[in-house]
């Protein structure tokens, strides 16, 4: 049962552009939400995260939006950059339980185009 | 600050093998854990440790083993691996206070082929 999915595999825009990922989830106990870029033939690298107290975090060009009651979460880049060209993954945990096991949806591949 | 090191960055094994994929950080992090990454099915937890000599089970634990003797080091065994373990490895390792105790850090990951 994947608790936290990734609808859309892949993803385009164009340069300048607003890139929206987008991300749900089925378990209401998870309180800490993130996302992670990964590059070809690396690891992935932390880029935002929000808690579950809040509806939105900001950080430069990166937006995540948080609906609980939609058990939804949204990536949103903007403007859209070539070097943004990569998988992206969301992630849930609860913070308290479970050690705060990272449970990851499938990725999104975004493909920026100049 | 070289933070989460896997080694080795490639391995084939036929089916049957053993082999240990290594995994050492020096963030000084409590919590580690090891993920695989399979097409289309995103990075599922493999196992996981809250500290030295501590650890336990994640979504996909049958065939690997793990211990955890130090803080910076958490090796995964394939006791005798199979074809179905051909995938990504990446070890992770966070924090378990501070303002980053939330965010798990990945190394480059492991690449790993039975034949």
């Known amino acids: 049962d994947q608790q936290v999915k990734q609808n859309s595999p892949s993803l385009s825009v164009q340069e300048g552009r607003i890139s929206i990922l987008n991300c749900d989830y089925t378990?209401?106990?998870?309180?800490?939400f993130l996302w992670y870029k990964k590059y070809p033939a690396e690891g992935p690298t932390f880029l935002i995260s929000?808690?579950?107290?809040?509806d939105k975090n900001e950080d430069g060009r990166f937006t995540v939006f948080l609906n609980k009651s939609a058990k939804h979460l949204s990536l949103h880049i903007v403007p859209s950059q070539p070097g943004d060209s990569a998988v992206y993954f969301c992630?849930?945990?609860?913070?308290?339980?479970?050690?705060?096991?990272?449970?990851f949806g499938q990725g999104t591949e975004l493909s920026v185009k100049p | 600050n070289a933070g989460v090191t896997q080694t080795p960055k490639f391995q084939v094994l036929k089916t049957g093998q053993s082999m240990t994929l290594q995994c050492a950080q020096d963030?000084?992090?409590?919590?580690m854990s090891w993920y695989r990454q399979d097409p289309g099915m995103g990075l599922r937890l493999i196992h996981y440790?809250?500290?030295?000599?501590?650890?336990d089970q994640g979504e996909v634990p049958n065939g690997y083993n793990v211990s955890r003797s130090t803080t910076e080091d958490f090796p995964l065994r394939l006791l005798s691996a199979a074809p179905s373990q051909t995938s990504v490895y990446f070890c992770?390792?966070?924090?378990?206070?501070?303002?980053?105790?939330?965010?798990?850090?990945f190394g480059a990951g492991t690449r790993l082929s039975v034949l």
């Open positions: 992630a849930a945990s609860q913070i308290y339980n479970q050690g705060g096991k990272l449970i």
């Open positions: 378990n209401s106990m998870f309180d800490y």
């Open positions: 929000i808690s579950s107290i809040k």
């Open positions: 992770a390792s966070r924090a378990d206070r501070g303002n980053s105790k939330n965010i798990q850090y």
């Open positions: 963030m000084n992090h409590e919590y």
């Open positions: 440790s809250v500290g030295a000599g501590i650890t």
